[in-house]
């Protein structure tokens, strides 16, 4: 995942390391929620703006023990040319 989209919130860290210990440390959360067994999949897009971000798709990834976190991807780019990245991963708030 940290090869083919980055995250932005790697810091100074691997980013797949970051990836790893963010997602841990999600799960642990004491925000996570109950999950329905339904994954969600929301996707906003911004208005026309000059700083390049086009939308922002927020997922909501079931885990193991019935629990979810969210994996919040960022699609910024000019014109036919976009991208995602991986922008931040967290509990969900119940």
């Not at 642990?28 to 999949?41: C, E, K, Q, T, Y």
């Not at 919040?72 to 931040?88: M, S």
């Amino acid at each position: 995942m940290a090869d083919r989209f980055g995250y932005a919130l790697a810091y100074d860290r691997a980013p797949a390391a970051a990836i790893e210990i963010d997602c841990l440390n999600a799960v642990a959360s004491p925000n996570n929620l109950v999950s329905d067994g339904h994954p969600s999949v929301v996707v906003q897009y911004f208005a026309p703006n000059d700083t390049g971000l086009f939308a922002v798709v927020e997922c909501t990834v079931l885990v193991d023990d019935g629990t979810a976190v969210l994996l919040e991807l960022i699609v910024p780019g000019k014109g036919e040319e976009k991208h995602i990245t991986v922008e931040d991963i967290s509990g969900v708030a119940a």
